[in-house]
């Protein structure tokens, strides 16, 4: 039973243009989504989070919003970079569990 | 400096070994975790620790042990491999940190490429 899906498991994008990222969860008690990247050979890294009490969150080229009723948030990145190529997984969790459910993933190419 | 490392980075062994994998974090975080990564199945938790003394089960925990020995170092076991515990797997920490801030993200280890003959 994945509570957190990413449904494309790869996506492929022109540098300079927009990335969206989508991810899909089922579980109505999570509250707090977060946003890694992954390089090859190296361990996810934090990249943006948002609570359930904004619908948006912005920290420079990376966006993050939070559809709650659609049970349904998405990463832009703008303008998008070569080196943001890498995997990208959303997280959830309820606040106080500290137990965190990631997707699958979505690999992101971003062509020069 | 790493802040969290896991040793080995890379590890061959047979089916019906006992391996260990090993975690420590100079972070000062509280929680610490252990995730496996497929290729289409993304990251799962196996097991979680909040301090020394209180573990919990994660989503796939079975054919796995863990022992929380210190606040810095959180170590995983494979009692018995098989070759479907060919993964990679992750520590990772969260929490409050030496400076007294919260962190609600997590700090990832580099990994271990785990591989069951």
């Known amino acids: 039973d994945q509570q957190v899906k990413q449904n494309s498991p790869s996506l492929s994008v022109q540098e300079g243009r927009i990335s969206i990222l989508n991810c899909d969860y089922t579980?109505?008690?999570?509250?707090?989504f977060l946003w890694y990247k992954k390089y090859p050979a190296e361990g996810p890294t934090f990249l943006i989070s948002?609570?359930?009490?904004?619908d948006k969150n912005e920290d420079g080229r990376f966006t993050v919003f939070l559809n709650k009723s659609a049970k349904h948030l998405s990463l832009h990145i703008v303008p998008s970079q070569p080196g943001d190529s890498a995997v990208y997984f959303c997280?959830?969790?309820?606040?106080?569990?500290?137990?965190?459910?990631f997707g699958t993933g979505t690999r992101l190419k971003v062509l020069a | 400096d790493a802040d969290v490392t896991q040793t080995p980075r890379n590890r061959i062994t047979k089916t019906g070994k006992r391996i260990m994998l090993e975690c420590s974090q100079t972070?000062?975080?509280?929680?610490m975790y252990w995730y496996r990564q497929d290729p289409g199945l993304g990251l799962r938790l196996i097991y979680y620790s909040f301090d020394v003394k209180d573990i919990n089960k994660g989503e796939i925990s079975d054919g796995y042990s863990v022992s929380r020995q210190a606040q810095a170092k959180f170590s995983l076991s494979l009692e018995s491999a098989i070759p479907n515990q060919t993964a990679l797997y992750f520590c990772?920490?969260?929490?409050?940190?030496?400076?007294?801030?919260?962190?609600?993200?997590?700090?990832f280890g580099p990994g271990t490429r785990l591989t069951v003959l």
């Open positions: 972070k000062g975080h509280d929680r």
């Open positions: 990772a920490t969260s929490g409050t940190g030496t400076s007294g801030r919260v962190y609600n993200e997590q700090f």
């Open positions: 997280a959830a969790t309820s606040s106080g569990t500290y137990k965190y459910i």
């Open positions: 948002i609570s359930s009490i904004k």
């Open positions: 579980n109505s008690m999570f509250d707090y």
